[in-house]
């Protein structure tokens, strides 16, 4: 067996998307207000492991299709880039989704979708583990399509027989839907009084 450094090199990977949208569950919060470097170093200071990095991706909306969120999100990565956050942002997607009502008319809705966030995490997560640079990776996502990232770090864990965590972390509150972090990961479930202490006090609306 591996054996478990007494130190543990932490890497946070956070899909901000999923995060806000957990939050917004969650707590009832109706805009992306965290600090992730705060919630970083909260979860991985109460793990007791060192936190050496942080990574943010999210999908930002086009000035043209989205002006008000364009702006918000050049101003929140810019001051979380200048932090020292490594951010990777891609620009949203827009289809027409059609939905059924109650009453039996049916509306139609242009939504904004991520295309390739989900897949640098991965990515990301893979590279940096085989390359040595975390013990721990904790991931802020329940995106259950990194689980199978999990067992590609697995595989790297046994062929460097070397110890490796991958823990997923997201708000949490009695109400919510869906209780699950990422499978075959560690569970890391976000009270709302840590959440509350990690909110960003920066106004960029």
């Not at 806000?20 to 793990?47: C, I, K, M, W």
Request: hydrophobic share 35%.
């Amino acid at each position: 067996m591996p054996v478990e450094p007494t130190t543990k090199r932490t890497v946070a990977f956070i899909d901000g998307q999923n995060l806000f949208h957990a939050a917004r569950e969650a707590f009832g919060y109706t805009y992306p207000n965290y600090d992730v470097q705060a919630l970083a170093q909260q979860l991985s200071q109460n793990a007791g492991w060192n936190l050496t990095q942080t990574r943010f991706y999210t999908g930002i909306p086009d000035s043209l299709d989205n002006a008000r969120w364009h702006q918000f999100w050049t101003k929140k990565l810019l001051v979380m880039s200048r932090a020292g956050i490594h951010v990777y942002s891609r620009p949203l997607r827009y289809r027409n989704k059609r939905f059924d009502l109650p009453d039996g008319t049916q509306h139609t809705i242009l939504v904004g979708e991520e295309k390739g966030i989900d897949v640098r995490i991965a990515l990301d997560v893979m590279r940096m583990a085989n390359d040595n640079e975390f013990d721990v990776g904790l991931i802020f996502s329940q995106d259950q399509d990194l689980s199978e990232v999990v067992d590609e770090v697995r595989d790297i864990s046994r062929g460097q027989n070397r110890w490796i965590k991958v823990a997923s972390a997201y708000p949490f509150s009695p109400t919510i839907r869906n209780k699950r972090g990422i499978n075959r990961t560690d569970w890391i479930q976000i009270d709302r009084a840590t959440y509350d202490g990690c909110i960003d006090p920066r106004n960029y609306r």
